[in-house]
């Protein structure tokens, strides 16, 4: 397509990840720094420019050699302006001109979005979403954020909330409080945090024997992890937790399938090292809940690239 190359940029509360990719998707260099918060935030944007500006005189390359630089950020994005809102994790308070000021930094033409859209990007178009044209992102972390691809665009909606699939609500009646100030999000049941919190809450009526409530009994701290490596060993109440967790999960992406029906459902994430052990009770689920069209066309997967899948997605934001 061009021998120019593209700039990923996968901007989070710890670390800053960077990537120089060809205009196919092939990784080529990639570094990280910190991500210094400190006085609101306020060193994070002449840390990034210092970064791209120092490795690009490394590798004897200048800004004309690029296409652009893409990145993904937590908080709400106006992808027009390039301004961050609301990114708490980066002690960013006030709106941020991100691309103003990266673009005057580097001299390099600069993209936005939302870190959950970019890893979306990233999955659909080097990972399991294998290019096709219709790909949501369902990434199982602390939260549940989520990416959709239609047509091959992003989705945003009207207010940029387009792709909240952790609010999804799937426990009407008794539900926990989710963050959002709803109760029964799909976030509070099935993400890691969520996982844990069902846990608890089964172990407490569960009366059999079972390594998690042993654990939990003792007071001692356990993960979704935990519970997921116990429910292969047989664990007979982590098994039940997550059969009980694979039936929100699959509940909700049965929803979304029928509303959207895209090529692949891909669940990444933290969660989503449970493997094929998940991946089985919430496809079971998923095919309960969907009509036979949908059933028989959309495909819920397992994500590939892992903690690449931001500065790849954000590099495709560049191209596109």
């Known amino acids: 397509m061009t021998d120019k190359k ?64 893409g990145m993904g950020t937590p908080g709400s994005v106006d992808i027009k302006e390039g301004t961050v809102t609301g990114a708490y994790n980066l002690n960013w308070k006030t709106k941020q ?87 029964g999000c799909l976030e509070t049941v099935a993400s890691a945090t969520g996982i844990v919190r069902v846990a608890r809450d089964m172990a407490e009526e569960y009366a059999g024997d079972s390594k998690l409530k042993e654990t939990l009994d003792n007071g001692d701290d356990i993960s979704s992890k935990m519970v997921f490596d116990l429910a292969k060993a047989g664990d007979k109440l982590a098994l039940a937790v997550a059969d009980k967790v694979s039936y929100y999960l699959g509940f909700a992406l049965a929803n979304l399938g029928n ?25 079971k689920n998923f095919e309960k809940y969907t009509f036979k069209n949908v059933r028989d066309t959309t495909k819920v997967v397992l994500a590939t690239l892992g903690n690449t899948a931001g500065v790849i997605g954000a590099a495709r934001l560049a191209l596109d």
């Open 259 to 283: 509303t959207l029906n895209p090529e692949y459902i891909v669940i990444g994430g933290g969660v989503s090292a449970a493997g094929d052990f998940l991946l089985k009770r919430v496809q």
């Open 97 to 183: 001109p991100v691309k103003r000021d990266i673009e005057a930094g580097t001299g390099i033409a600069f993209s936005v979005d939302n870190d959950a859209n970019c890893a979306a990007l990233g999955e659909r178009w080097q990972g399991a979403g294998q290019n096709e044209p219709n790909v949501i992102l369902v990434p199982l972390g602390t939260g549940i954020g989520g990416g959709i691809i239609m047509d091959n665009k992003l989705l945003h909606g009207t207010a940029g909330s387009a792709g909240e699939i952790g609010h999804v609500v799937v426990e009407p009646h008794n539900g926990y409080l989710c963050t959002c100030g709803n109760h």
């Open 6 to 69: 593209l700039i990923g940029v996968d901007l989070g509360g710890t670390t800053c990840k960077f990537a120089i990719l060809t205009t196919e998707g092939e990784i080529q260099q990639k570094w990280a720094i910190d991500t210094n918060i400190l006085d609101e935030g306020s060193h994070i944007v002449p840390d990034i420019i210092a970064s791209i500006n120092e490795h690009l005189a490394l590798y004897n390359m200048k800004p004309s050699d690029f296409v652009g630089i």
